[in-house]
């Protein structure tokens, strides 16, 4: 088997997975952004705006799940570090000319590990329970555009995404 480790941090040299060990880092302040949206008929949109949604208010209720899922992260993702979060600041928004609910997610911490994975995760499950809450009117929405958008903190330093053109 191929040495990964020089690669992949979480691989070992024998190419087994691991959990990174992360006691000689200092602990400093990390921030991460992450969006995604989920897209939606005409007719979904409207009943989400109006909150007609019969499960209830739709961008309340995933707002809620993207805090639980950005604090649950560790526990779905299984080599992600328990991190004590600073502060999940999670937003919806409703974009009519696409047709989609955007999620906005900024995650901080002051820890020895990113958190990247948390706004990552926050956005998703997100965007699910928005699909959960609206699957009994729309079986075809999409869920796409899941990405960082940027990162501070850390021995690899700051990343922001280049603008989509």
Do not use: W
Not at 11 to 23: I, L, T, W
Not at 46 to 62: E, M, N
Request: hydrophobic letters at 40%; charged letters at 20%.
């Amino acid at each position: 088997m191929a040495d990964l480790s020089g690669d992949f941090t979480h691989f070992d040299s024998e190419g087994r997975a691991r959990m990174v060990n992360v006691e000689e880092k200092d602990i400093t302040p990390r921030r991460a952004v992450a969006s995604g949206r989920i897209f939606v008929n005409a007719g979904t949109f409207r009943l989400i705006q109006s909150g007609g949604v019969k499960k209830g208010d739709v961008l309340t209720v995933a707002q809620v799940a993207g805090i639980m899922g950005a604090k649950r992260t560790p526990d779905l993702i299984p080599m992600c570090h328990p991190i004590t979060l600073n502060g999940v600041n999670l937003s919806l928004s409703l974009d009519e000319e696409a047709q989609a609910v955007s999620v906005r997610a900024e995650i901080s911490c002051a820890g020895r590990t990113g958190v990247e994975m948390e706004a990552l995760t926050a956005v998703s499950v997100a965007l699910l329970t928005v699909y959960d809450m609206c699957k009994s009117v729309q079986r075809d929405m999409v869920i796409g555009d899941i990405r960082l958008l940027s990162k501070s903190g850390g021995v690899h330093g700051d990343y922001a995404c280049a603008p989509r053109v």
